[in-house]
């Protein structure tokens, strides 16, 4: 403003010099209109001072807003920006959850907290042999083989109650066609902030061919006990066998000696009688010794 003020008194002061000089009016009426042309000066720069502060004020507030809003507009895009970064990576979070859940080598599926079937991957439909509409109007409870249905429901009722987040077990199944399914169960859930659970998801491992050969093998290993014990008897057969044997040898040889000597006498038929007893137990002898040979023979008729 002092620069403005000094400005227009300076234009005063050349205009009355010059009004002096060419006109010459008295000096009371110079000074009067000096005074005059000041005072009109100062108003009129006042007025014009106090314009172009609101003009700069505007100016000011008009360049700060844009500023302001090339700011805003900025962040605006960045925010947009991060949105959709955000938004893709949950899509691509989404479908790659998708994928394992549907393209899935086990059986997977969210379900309410009273076991229903709420979301089902095509793996554990092909399991049960059901339908995802068939499925969806069932609970796992209903497909339960009745023997697991009273462990499964232990550990259920711990996993509702907050004891535990989740829990794993065996499980046997019905499928559609009445046939039995064996599992691994893994159970776990998802919970709210006050711990409430929200749903529950159940992963399903078919292990019927685990459990086929787990029963295959028992049965060789018992297989192999039988055959063990056999190979003990064989192997006792056959040391009975040959004492046996050699008794019986010393019996016939005496018995045929004494019966060749005896002939027609009363003691000839008791010999005889010996010697056909004694014959009969080498036969019994024979088939010990197959036996521990592992050989089949069937016994004689008396």
């Known amino acids: 403003m002092s620069w403005a003020l000094t400005a227009g008194n300076a234009i005063v002061l050349i205009y009355a010099a010059a009004t002096w000089i060419f006109v010459g009016p008295p000096i009371e009426m110079l000074l009067t209109h000096f005074f005059y042309m000041s005072g009109i000066n100062l108003l009129g720069m006042m007025v014009c001072y106090s314009l172009e502060l609101m003009s700069r004020r505007d100016f000011m507030l008009n360049r700060l807003l844009t500023i302001e809003r090339n700011k805003t507009r900025q962040l605006n895009d960045r925010l947009e920006q991060r949105v959709e970064e955000r938004t893709e990576e949950l899509r691509v979070s989404e479908e790659t959850f998708k994928g394992f859940f549907n393209q899935g080598n086990i059986g997977m599926a969210i379900t309410s907290l009273d076991k229903g079937w709420l979301i089902i991957n095509e793996k554990l439909c092909s399991m049960f042999g059901y339908s995802r509409t068939e499925l969806a109007k069932m609970t796992w409870t209903e497909m339960t083989y009745p023997d697991d249905l009273e462990p499964d429901l232990v550990e259920f009722r711990k996993l509702i109650s907050g004891e535990t987040d989740g829990y794993e077990r065996e499980m046997r199944f019905i499928r559609k066609d009445n046939s039995l399914i064996f599992t691994h169960m893994t159970v776990s859930c998802l919970r709210r902030e006050d711990r409430s659970i929200d749903k529950i998801l159940a992963t399903f491992q078919d292990i019927s061919h685990q459990k086929q050969a787990e029963k295959e093998k028992e049965t060789l290993e018992e297989q192999l006990r039988q055959a063990q014990k056999l190979e003990s008897i064989g192997r006792l057969a056959g040391g009975v066998a040959h004492d046996y044997n050699n008794i019986s040898s010393i019996i016939i040889g005496y ?48």
Request: glycine share 4%; net charge positive.
């Open 255 to 302: 018995a045929e000696w004494h019966w060749k000597g005896h002939t027609g006498s009363a003691a000839y038929q008791d010999l005889e009688e010996i010697l056909t007893a004694a014959r009969r137990s080498t036969d019994i002898t024979r088939q010990l010794l197959a036996f521990a040979r592992k050989q089949t023979i069937a016994p004689k008729n008396a």
